[in-house]
Every structure is written in structure tokens, then in C-alpha cells.
């Protein structure tokens, strides 16, 4: 296993461009089941969640071919192996490059004038495609779902292109129980035979049939659900209206892919998602919308460095939230020009800038467009430098709170009652030995362990891999102290 040593107390500087979406791509993926003919998806990040994805696929009958350009990032997925000197040496996989992080610019000297100047042509993104060889294979092994909750996403659309599906229950991080309940429920309403068995969801339909669907729970929506029931819908005989659909924008692609592959889908972003059957889909090529949890992250992480950086392909149509809790703490965020004109501002550059003093602030996460709980950890890490008493409500995931016991250990002053905890800000932070104990609480460490004194060693870091790519490249570039190690203590 490996760990991060953190060097606090550097002011992060520079630029970085936001990669394509963890939580988009993998449902995004699953919809090459639908179709015969080749999917093309271009910037789909290098994590370890997505090549478990694309195992689980090859494993289903597809093939997966990348295609890495020259200025993209080393993925780090592979099995490390050491040099002479000690340092860690990575195996990058085929057709990959071993170049640093691709191009960056320098931010705009003090004055020079809006944030509009720096936008730039897309670059050059890795692509991942996909095509369905074997579609006599319909098991999806627990083997490879246990690893994450996505793999859900091939129940519906092996259903509807199949007929049959035999599902693990999925995986995941633990951060509190996640029932597919709406899942089964959803799909049941398009005509599903499903059962359970050893572990295994059984479904069977010689052709799904459209239906009203409900999937609203109790703490919300399901996004993964919606995406299923849309997915499996989209080849349904007649019309399926979902309601109280999840109103995600990672929903929103997929939507938009289907329907760049021949779906007729209307509403997705809006809790009433209508899907009119198609006989048949085809191939198509897609480009991923950035990630808003990168993004946030690394917000964060400049403001509580008190930092000066320039994010790139930069979703702010999905951080609305974000960007107003933020602005009650402190932290000055340049957007580009607002233009109600535009329907849909998903890559943008923005500039993040923050006072020494930031001030408390409440929160509670809420399906979108409320505060995402996949935030919670990194808000409270910058909330423990606060000036005053903060209060964090977690609605989506109650026991999402398992970061606090770490922060505590850096010195940090946190409550926690039920839901809620109460951040009361510290002068300073700490670094301390602390341990990762699922993806988005790993992201939340680093960024306390940036705005910390002395030495932060952030164990497990496997999780982050899962959902950021090489994030201690990206810091580095900002000017981070940040390293990866082999990690002795937790093997």
C-alpha cells in the first residue's frame, strides 16, 4: 500500500486542469452493453475505479482500447516496483506516456485584466473505447463489483439488450448503508422478473415495456438508480416516465450520450425524465463532462492554503452551491463573465484566491443542486481554520463522519451529534499520522495536511486513486509538498 507525506503550510500556486468525471464516466461506460457497434468516450480519467470497470466489461463480452496522448497524465494504476535509489518508479499501462502533467500556464499577473483571457481550445484527451464482441456473457462477478458501487450501473442495460442479467450486489466505500432497493423497484416497473440469489441479482425480461417509475427514497433520489431505469428504458417498449429522478448533471450525460446513440430521453436534470423505446441503439463518440468533485476539491485546497490558482475545464454550472458556501467563508472565486444566454457553462476557467481569516459557515448536504455530500469531508477540513463555530448536516449519508476522528488528531475541534457535526475553528492544524478511510475522507486529509504545520503521512491513499488522478502530481504542480511513499505500516 502506499501513503502520502505532506509538508504543510505552502501557499498553492499555479494552474490545473480539471479531468473528465469519475462519477459520469463509469455509468457512461456501462451503456456500451446497449449497443453492438463501438463507443467512443474521450477524457475519461485514469483511476482505479475505471479500469475495475473496464475489467468488469471485458468480463462481460467487451473489448476496451485506449488511446493516450502524449500530454496527458502517467497513469498511476499499475503495481509499482522500486528503483536502486529508492524512489517509487510507475508502470504506465499501453499506450500510455510517461510525461508530467500536460500543459499548463502561468496565472495572469495581479491587474491583468478577466479571467476570459485564459480560455483556451479543448486539448488533447485520452480516449477509451469500447465494443461489445461477446454478448452471450451476463454475469457480473463479485469478484470485480465488490471493488465499487458503479458496477450496479450494467444491471439495467444487460437487461434491456439481453434479456438477462446475474449482478453482484456492488461494493463500495463505507460510508453507510446504500441499498439497491430502487434499483430492483425500478426496473420490476418496466417488467422485470428479479430475484435474488447468493449474493446475486437475477433478472430476466424478454423486453422491458415502459412504465411510471418512482424513485424517490428516503434520503432522496438515486442517481445510480436513475441511471439504470434510464439506461434500461431507453430500449423499453414504449414510453417510461421516471419521477422523482436524481437531477445529477453526471444524470444529464448520460442522457445525452443515449441520445447521441439513437435514445429519445427528455427532462434528464429535471426530477421528470421521459424515455420514449427505441428498437435499437448504435455507436457514438463522447466527450466526458469535467469532474465537479475535482474540481471543489481542489478549490479547497487553494483556499485553505490561502492560495492564488486557476482552475481549466472547470463544470461551474454544477458548483453553484459550492461557490455560495464559499463565498460566506471567504474565499474569492473569479468567474467568467455570467451570460444567462448560455444554457450550460460546463467547461470554464476560474480563478481561487482567499483571505488569512475565514469565517464559519452552515452546512448541509443535499441532493443536487444542493451542497454534494462527496464535498462534506473537504468543506469541513477548511471549516477547521474557520474563525467561530460551523455546523456540517450530512442528509444523504448520515455516517459519513469518519474523517473527524483523523482531523481530530491534527488538532482539529470538531462535535459530532446524529447527522450533525459543529467545527469549532483552530489557529492552527497539526500534522499527524492519520489514516484514509474512504475516497472523499482521503481527499478531505490531504487538504487539512496542506494547511497543517510539520508533517502530515496520510495512510491508504488506494482510496484516492480510486477517484482522483495522481493527485500529488497535480499538488506538486501547484507547489505542494507532497510525495507518495511505499507505506510499511499499513501492508
Excluded at 473496464?54 to 462481460?60: A, D, G, I, N, P
Excluded at 451570460?339 to 483571505?355: F, G, H, K, L, P
Excluded at 491534527?410 to 451529534?417: F, L
Aim: charged letters at 20%; proline letters at 5%; aromatic letters at 4%.
Amino acid at each position: 500500500m502506499d501513503a502520502f507525506t505532506i509538508q504543510g503550510g505552502k501557499r498553492l500556486r499555479g494552474s490545473l486542469r480539471i479531468h473528465g468525471s469519475k462519477n459520469a464516466s463509469l455509468p457512461l461506460m456501462a451503456t456500451a452493453l446497449l449497443t453492438d457497434e463501438p463507443v467512443v468516450l474521450r477524457d475519461v480519467p485514469q483511476l482505479s475505479d475505471i479500469q475495475n470497470m473496464v475489467r468488469l466489461l471485458e468480463s462481460l463480452g467487451c473489448t476496451a482500447a485506449w488511446r493516450t496522448p502524449h500530454s496527458a497524465v502517467v497513469p498511476r494504476i499499475v503495481v509499482k516496483t522500486k528503483t536502486p535509489a529508492g524512489a517509487a518508479k510507475v508502470a504506465v499501462g499501453a499506450g500510455s506516456s510517461a510525461s508530467s502533467k500536460g500543459s499548463t500556464r502561468s496565472l495572469p499577473r495581479a491587474g491583468s485584466g478577466s479571467i476570459d483571457a485564459l480560455l483556451a481550445p479543448p486539448e488533447d484527451v485520452s480516449e477509451l473505447t469500447l465494443h461489445v464482441t461477446d454478448p452471450a456473457r451476463s454475469q457480473a462477478d463479485y469478484k470485480i463489483v465488490r471493488t465499487m458501487r458503479a458496477s450496479i450501473c450494467t444491471l439495467g442495460p444487460l437487461l434491456a439488450k439481453r434479456g438477462y442479467a446475474r449482478v453482484s450486489m456492488p461494493g463500495g466505500c463505507n460510508i453507510g448503508a446504500r441499498p439497491v432497493d430502487l434499483h430492483i423497484r425500478g426496473l420490476r416497473a418496466l417488467g422485470a422478473k428479479i430475484t435474488l440469489d447468493q449474493g446475486y441479482i437475477v433478472a430476466e425480461a424478454k423486453r422491458l415495456t415502459g412504465a411510471r417509475v418512482f424513485l424517490g427514497g428516503p434520503f432522496g433520489s438515486t442517481v445510480l438508480g436513475t441511471a439504470n431505469v434510464m439506461s434500461a428504458a431507453a430500449l423499453a417498449k414504449g414510453t417510461t416516465i421516471i419521477e422523482s429522478a436524481a437531477c445529477e448533471p453526471e444524470i444529464e450525460d448520460v442522457a445525452n450520450l443515449l441520445n447521441a446513440m439513437g435514445a429519445k430521453i427528455s427532462g434528464a436534470g429535471t426530477p421528470r425524465i421521459v424515455i420514449e423505446g427505441v428498437d435499437e441503439l448504435h455507436g457514438a463518440d463522447y466527450t466526458v463532462m469535467p469532474d465537479r468533485i475535482e474540481a471543489g476539491t481542489y478549490i479547497m485546497a487553494a483556499a485553505v492554503t490561502n492560495g492564488d490558482v486557476v482552475l481549466e475545464n472547470c463544470p461551474i454550472d454544477s458548483l453553484t452551491a459550492v461557490f455560495d458556501r464559499l463565498a460566506e467563508v471567504g474565499v474569492d472565486i473569479e468567474l467568467p463573465k455570467d451570460d444567462c444566454s448560455r444554457s450550460n457553462r460546463m467547461r470554464e476557467t476560474i480563478r481561487i484566491a482567499s483571505a488569512r481569516r475565514l469565517d464559519p459557515v452552515e452546512v448541509v448536504t443535499q441532493p443536487h443542486p444542493g451542497f454534494p455530500t462527496d464535498l462534506q469531508a473537504q468543506i469541513m477540513a477548511l471549516l477547521c481554520l474557520a474563525d467561530g463555530n460551523s455546523m456540517i448536516t450530512e442528509k444523504i449519508y448520515p455516517d459519513r463522519f469518519m474523517h473527524t476522528a483523523e482531523l481530530l488528531r491534527m488538532g482539529a475541534s470538531i462535535t459530532r451529534s446524529g447527522p450533525t457535526a459543529m467545527v469549532t475553528g483552530v489557529r492552527k492544524l497539526v500534522g499527524a499520522p492519520v489514516m484514509a478511510s474512504d475516497l472523499r475522507a482521503s481527499a478531505g486529509l490531504v487538504i487539512a495536511g496542506l494547511a497543517a504545520s510539520g508533517t502530515t503521512t496520510v495512510h491508504r491513499v488506494y482510496h484516492l486513486d480510486r477517484g482522483y488522478e495522481c493527485m500529488e502530481t497535480c499538488l506538486q504542480q501547484l507547489g505542494a509538498e507532497i510525495e507518495r511513499i511505499d507505506d510499511k505500516e499499513t501492508e
